[in-house]
């Protein structure tokens, strides 16, 4: 006999379509020995990306200090012992940079990897992430607004971060947060498990996922409309799940609207190397002078790294806004809700380090660096422009906006009767293994039907499985 | 000119003492050149305790997998090379034990540490915590209830299970949480966070922190007749702030009370090892095969470990509750509020498994392990020691109960007119460095002081600076 609890509502609406019901079955497809192609997620080194072998060597050395020691003897020791060079590769080795970087992050952590950090994270890691900023943004020659590091807190993922500032910009149930439609679920959960007002805007499909400020004006004043408070705006870019990437023209609007209303912005730029030939406007830039509070996330789980395992990510404010009948900011508190999970996980905080902080030119790990990065980043648009092509063969199936992060998010144009995106990707899993994420999983237009795809299986198999693919959707859509 | 903005009441006025205005004015001190120690928190390696060798060395093999070919070849080589013998120590190689561990370990995983994992941590991990519950409660010889892998949540820290499930439990502004007092502020600051009601239960100070039913039945009444719905108690055991060690009798007491009303246990057990030769009856134990919905948090940060940054935990469930008016398990909740997290972070992970599975007897790194492990419980133990005998030395300085986890909750028994224990904790950091926590910060019976000391300090540094705080104290509560 079970006891039988009422739980907090709010948590138990709330939907993650990305570990939904899809990926569940696939889970279970794959219990009864089917092979499944997980493109559900972004979670490129669950499908073969290899990790960037200089963040790793760097991790490895952090954990056993004393085998600094133990790599310069070795090194030395290859130089004089012919024995070990017959048996060892000079590539074995750890070069004396790695070796350098790992002696220095020691030493300036201070207390190793096992120690609990100040809640946002080591200063000197903070001040990596403002200089990576700057040196982005074009800040460091001072054409620009600098980076504050004790304005960056360094976070588990970049959904922590995301789930810490809705928790305090939600301060009642009339108060709402503008995301866009499409977007990625973390954003309506967040909204949803606070009680919050989840409102929509609609980025323009057929030009390529593009902003004017009309779309955000009707946005915002349907909400006014309905009571609620708009507190922030929600940007994702380049976006999930769509992959598009925004235009400067685009982002631009959100800031001139964001200040207009006095919103904040929540930039979510998690994928911001992601980008194929585009180029990246960071919101940062964008936002320059102007007095409108800005959070822009960053993670170590995208872009040509991958490490979505470790779980490293920051959050950088601009222009953190005075808490209302108080006189604290809004960093004050960001920072009280980070102590008490103590602080984000040092494996994770290493890496952030690391991604904002890549091999010198010229150093020994440089070259390989460079190579491994060239080659992920390639790898990846070869595959999404493979699917992308394997789309055209597809009836009524089209995509828009450019190849951006790691989605696709076509247009279903044509469904049998009585069936919706869900259906069509449980019987695309059924049928050939591929697990997409039906789009009404994301949110879309009413009336509208589509899926996203991670293009991140390797090429062999796509080469394999988008054929079943196509024959499966022009099978299927003909129904009925 | 700033905009202002109203946030979440909840998460303004939450508090968490243990990172508040005492360690904060102790970072100005030390940024002004001032040594402070540190007793403000539970986190021995930042005071000096080392990692033990054994799980280090695996974690770094876990990164940098083809560093196990390498770590071979460099075994080989050494029983044949003199050149290498003679620069090297047996003890800079890696032992075939270790190198089978990870190896087994990345076979399992299958993805490495860079992909995102299941939402509740892989499967094998899960059954190792199972595995090493059963060895630890006697239920491996068919003595007792299974832990079952499936209800097995891998976490960030236990911090993280306890906000999620107080997160769930509070359905509505009326529901209460019984938490000791004193308590270690997650609890407080978790369910002030959600606005559900803390219901306060006052262990036994002067009969060693102990519990009886007569103390639960109190608060229970006292919060029904404030129209409170109690839904779970949190116990921690070994105590955090106290250090208390529960009996037998007290928490069998625990058990029948959450049996009569219908109330899930939230048990912290994450000082389960740091007993000092107490015996550890955890609540799995207690509870059996009666149907108490049973949480129990373990983590990675304390112990002989203390792998704080690394962020590792877990949480254990035990008739999980069904939730009202749906089809849905308390499982399948949990795992959908995890999911919007990912997944907990590898590395912490991967300690998880490691603090669950020891090394075997008579492997390679056995001796080694245990020589590590006994090092850092009998310094704790000493350390521990020490202060208390310091505390006799403080006029109306008074401290109950056995010596457990890693704090000492002395009571303050005589403070000059017209000042608090903060006031107290304050003028000690300032005038001799040690950072203590008020016991105001915890909660504590009205009309009582108290302060809490985690006892990590090296011996050398206690040896030092406890006579300062002998003759600070007894100048400070004497006064006016």
Not at 77 to 98: G, I, M, N, Q, T
Not at 320 to 342: C, M, N, R, Y
Not at 348 to 373: C, D, K, N, W
Not at 408 to 417: A, I, N
Request: glycine share 8%; proline share 6%.
């Amino acid at each position: 006999m079970s006891v039988r609890v009422k739980v907090n509502r709010n948590v138990l609406e709330m939907e993650y379509a990305v570990r939904g019901p899809i990926p569940k079955r696939a889970a279970e497809l794959r219990d009864q020995g089917m092979r499944t192609i997980p493109c559900n997620i972004g979670n490129p080194q669950a499908l073969g990306q290899q990790p960037i072998s200089y963040y790793r060597e760097v991790l490895a050395l952090l954990e056993v200090p004393n085998r600094i020691q133990r790599e310069k003897k070795l090194r030395d020791l290859y130089r004089s012992s012919a024995a070990l060079r017959e048996r060892l590769e000079e590539k074995d080795l750890v070069s004396p940079y790695v070796l350098d970087v790992a002696s220095e992050f020691l030493a300036q952590i201070g207390t190793g990897m096992g120690a609990y950090t100040d809640s946002n994270g080591p200063r000197f890691i903070r001040e990596a992430v403002a200089h990576f900023i700057d040196a982005r943004d074009g800040a460091d020659g001072g054409g620009g607004v600098k980076s504050d590091p004790n304005s960056i807190f360094l976070t588990n993922g970049a959904s922590e971060a995301a789930k810490y500032l809705i928790e305090m910009l939600v301060a009642d149930r009339n108060d709402g947060i503008m995301i866009p439609i499409p977007q990625y679920p973390l954003y309506s959960a967040a909204i949803r498990k606070v009680g919050g007002v989840q409102v929509n805007y609609y980025p323009d499909e057929e030009a390529g996922w593009a902003l004017d400020r009309s779309i955000l004006d009707e946005s915002f004043k349907q909400a006014g409309s309905r009571g609620v408070t708009v507190k922030a705006i929600v940007v994702i870019n380049p976006a999930n799940p769509t992959g598009a990437i925004l235009s400067e023209e685009s982002a631009r609007e959100v800031v001139d609207f964001a200040q207009e209303h006095d919103l904040a912005i929540i930039a979510d730029e998690v994928y911001q190397e992601n980008l194929y030939g585009a180029e990246f406007v960071s919101f940062a830039r964008l936002v320059g002078d102007r007095p409108i509070p800005l959070f822009s996330l960053h993670s170590t789980s995208k872009g040509f790294y991958g490490e979505c395992g470790h779980r490293g990510g920051y959050v950088e404010m601009r222009n953190p806004p005075l808490i209302e009948d108080t006189d604290q900011s809004f960093g004050d508190v960001l920072l009280k809700q980070a102590s008490v999970s103590l602080c984000s996980n040092t494996a994770g905080q290493a890496l952030t380090f690391l991604m904002v902080s890549p091999p010198e030119e010229h150093s020994e790990p440089y070259e390989q660096f460079i190579e491994e990065r060239t080659a992920v980043l390639k790898d990846l648009y070869e595959k999404g422009t493979m699917i992308r092509e394997a789309f055209k063969q597809m009836d009524d199936m089209e995509c828009f906006g450019r190849t951006g992060a790691m989605y696709l998010f076509p247009r279903l144009g044509k469904l049998p009767p009585e069936t919706t995106d869900f259906d069509y990707c449980m019987s695309l899993l059924e049928s050939t293994g591929i697990c997409t994420v039906n789009g009404s999983g994301f949110g879309q237009r009413e009336g509208t039907s589509h899926l996203r795809v991670a293009f991140l299986p390797p090429q062999e198999m796509l080469k394999e499985v988008m054929p079943k693919w196509i024959d499966f959707h022009n099978e299927y859509v003909n129904r009925g």
